[in-house]
């Protein structure tokens, strides 16, 4: 069936660093591609996204970048700061069903 | 706006026990969805309605049964809750067309014993 990957499941870094994840999906009929943030506790929010026809999309400090060709897709969050620490899932959408990444656990080291 | 409201936040059953967990938006949204989330396996699909009056099984439908009550509600219910349904439940809803993103309810924490 479909999946998506996600690597890593735990990233630390310091603030101010850069963090990057990555994420491989393998339904083709994939054309939108979510990535949500979840606090402790609290629900997934949708932080940034991306549609098949574009490669690379930014938002002040978090970017995302896609490969429809190698179905790889990543967020680049910049200038790291304690309250991005959070986990973070990517996902991959066909019609109406979205199928999520396992999530990475992100610290941000003060 | 309330967004996508869910009842109850917390929750524990017997084994046996039936519940049903609520679910309800204000965005007119003609898509609703039930998500599981278990540690280390993300968000699993159990259910959803693409529009008023439609059901599907998604991913992890066994054990469970839904109804799309109206446009605005969309209800999950176990008819004998099993240990392995103790999860964090997600309803969920988006724009219909598969270029949108979800916005969650709170979610409901189910301990089944």
């Known amino acids: 069936g479909e999946n998506v990957e996600q690597h890593p499941s735990t990233l630390s870094v310091q603030e101010g660093d850069s963090a990057v994840i990555k994420c491989t999906y393998s339904?083709?009929?994939?054309?939108?591609f979510p990535w949500y943030k979840q606090e402790l506790g609290k629900r997934p929010q949708l932080i940034i996204d991306i549609r098949s026809n574009v490669g690379e999309k930014k938002d002040q400090r978090i970017a995302v970048t896609l490969n429809k060709t190698a179905k790889h897709f990543s967020l680049h969050i910049t200038e790291t700061q304690p309250e991005d620490s959070a986990v973070y899932f990517c996902?991959?959408?066909?019609?109406?069903?979205?199928?999520f990444g396992a999530g990475t656990r992100l610290f941000v080291k003060a | 706006n309330a967004g996508v409201t869910q009842t109850p936040k917390f929750q524990v059953l017997k084994t046996g026990q039936s519940m049903t967990l609520q679910c309800a938006q204000d965005?007119?949204?003609?898509?609703m969805y039930w998500y599981r989330q278990d540690p280390g396996m993300g968000l699993r699909l159990i259910y959803y309605?693409?529009?008023?009056?439609?059901?599907d099984k998604g991913e992890v439908p066994n054990g469970y049964n839904v109804s799309r009550l109206n446009k605005r509600e969309f209800s999950l219910r176990l008819e004998s809750a099993a240990p392995s349904q103790t999860s964090v439940y997600f309803c969920a809803s988006s724009e219909e067309g598969g270029n949108y993103g979800y916005t969650f309810g709170s979610g409901t924490r189910l301990t089944v014993v």
């Open positions: 339904d083709s009929a994939s054309n939108y």
């Open positions: 965005m007119n949204h003609n898509s």
């Open positions: 996902a991959a959408r066909g019609g109406f069903k979205t199928i």
């Open positions: 309605s693409a529009s008023e009056g439609t059901t």
